[in-house]
């Protein structure tokens, strides 16, 4: 019998010259900087349990392994302007693990929670209304002079590149 997998949820904000920097600031923050990042769709599989953690609690490798993840960026780069990323998880009734996640980004904290909201009651509706808000995770940050970025990333596993290319 194989283990259940443990979704990790961690958010990340960060600042730099470019908007570039600061998303690589947001995403060493999430815990997640040194990875090749791998986009997933929104399917959580059965038997999964997702859990918000913090970036230094996020899933540990090695530099440059591809991480498999659902993540939401947001960039803003005039000074006023808000940058805000959100993902949500809803689950089945069942109790199986399996779910859905969706990501959202947007210029406010509202509007990145009513989309959040949205999309996972569409999703279940389309599903049969069989899928369950579980939690989710929103960041933002505001531009003051240099660019900034928000992230949050659902990291389902990692792979290092002798793993995933078959070499010996």
């Not at 490798?61 to 006023?80: F, I």
């Not at 805000?84 to 689950?91: D, E, L």
């Not at 995770?137 to 970025?149: A, R, Y």
Request: proline share 4%.
């Amino acid at each position: 019998m194989t283990s259940a997998l443990t979704i990790r949820v961690s958010a990340g904000t960060g600042t730099g010259r470019t908007t570039l920097a600061a998303f690589d600031a947001a995403l060493l923050a999430a815990g997640v900087g040194d990875f090749n990042l791998v986009r997933l769709s929104s399917v959580v599989p059965p038997g999964s349990r997702v859990e918000a953690v913090t970036g230094r609690d996020q899933i540990v490798g090695e530099h440059g392994d591809a991480l498999y993840c659902v993540y939401a960026e947001a960039h803003a780069s005039l000074p006023g302007h808000e940058a805000w990323a959100g993902v949500a998880w809803s689950q089945h009734e069942d109790g199986s693990g399996a779910g859905l996640f969706v990501e959202h980004e947007g210029p406010s904290h509202e509007q990145v929670a009513t989309d959040l909201t949205h999309s996972l009651e569409d999703l279940s509706a389309s599903r049969g209304g069989v899928f369950r808000p579980a939690g989710r995770s929103i960041t933002g940050i505001t531009c003051d002079t240099l660019p900034v970025s928000a992230v949050v990333v659902a990291s389902f596993s990692r792979s290092g590149w002798q793993e995933t290319s078959g070499a010996r």
